[in-house]
């Protein structure tokens, strides 16, 4: 399974800016290219408490040295975090098998998240084709109404459909967000309160779809149902 962070060194030497702290981001590229996984991801994660931004490299020095520790839901939060912002087959992959080693779910390669990958990669060239094509029928129907000529309620239906349809694809993204519980024996109640029957009690690492919040709790789908968690118990993407 190391191969596929093997990116990460060849990246290293991107990564060289020099924060405030007791160990600049340069001595903690230098403490993971030592092997003191450890000390180099305090020390990327100190920077990241304190603002900084994480690039790429960061992301996968931050996964991999929590996987060389044994922290697989640390390493599976920096990969889905990496992943979103650069969305790539094989970190899919890669996220699915750690998950089956360790019996944890949300991290399928189904439909969705290739749709999800798909769009990721080439959605601004979809919705660039389709604004352009939509923008042609508006053309032709002004065409036709500064012409004085009738246009078909049906092309008209198609057109507002068409428009609604691209609408919804241009804010999917928006919508989706996903988020890995930080701890064991986590609750999911069946409504934004402790005092909320338990639906399930799920543990450290399972992803979950965050469909929206409630003040301390999340909505989430898990299992094929909707449920509320606490807002601590998860990490958010």
Do not use: C
Not at 13 to 34: E, I, K, P, R, W
Not at 55 to 65: F, I, N, Q, S
Not at 159 to 188: C, K
Request: charged share 20%.
């Amino acid at each position: 399974m190391a191969y596929f962070f093997s990116m990460v060194f060849l990246l290293g030497g991107l990564n060289s800016f020099a924060g405030t702290g007791s160990v600049s981001l340069y001595q903690a590229d230098s403490l993971f290219a030592a092997g003191r996984y450890e000390a180099a991801v305090n020390a990327y994660e100190f920077h990241l408490n304190h603002g900084y931004k994480p690039t790429d490299p960061m992301l996968l020095k931050l996964a991999y040295g929590w996987e060389k520790q044994g922290e697989v839901a640390k390493m599976l939060y920096y990969l889905q975090v990496y992943f979103d912002r650069r969305p790539d087959e094989a970190v899919l992959k890669k996220m699915h098998e750690v998950a089956i080693q360790n019996n944890l779910r949300g991290y399928e390669t189904d439909d969705l998240n290739y749709f999800y990958l798909f769009y990721k990669q080439y959605g601004l060239y979809l919705t660039v084709g389709l604004a352009l094509l939509g923008t042609y029928a508006f053309g032709i129907f002004w065409m036709k109404h500064r012409n004085r000529e009738p246009s078909r309620r049906r092309h008209k239906i198609i057109v507002l459909a068409y428009l609604t349809a691209l609408l919804l694809l241009v804010n999917l993204p928006e919508g989706y967000q996903s988020g890995i519980v930080n701890r064991d024996r986590v609750f999911l109640r069946r409504d934004p309160s402790a005092a909320a029957p338990v639906a399930d009690v799920i543990s450290r690492g399972h992803k979950l779809n965050i469909l929206g919040s409630q003040d301390i709790w999340l909505r989430v789908f898990w299992n094929d149902g909707l449920y509320y968690i606490r807002k601590d118990a998860v990490w958010e993407i």
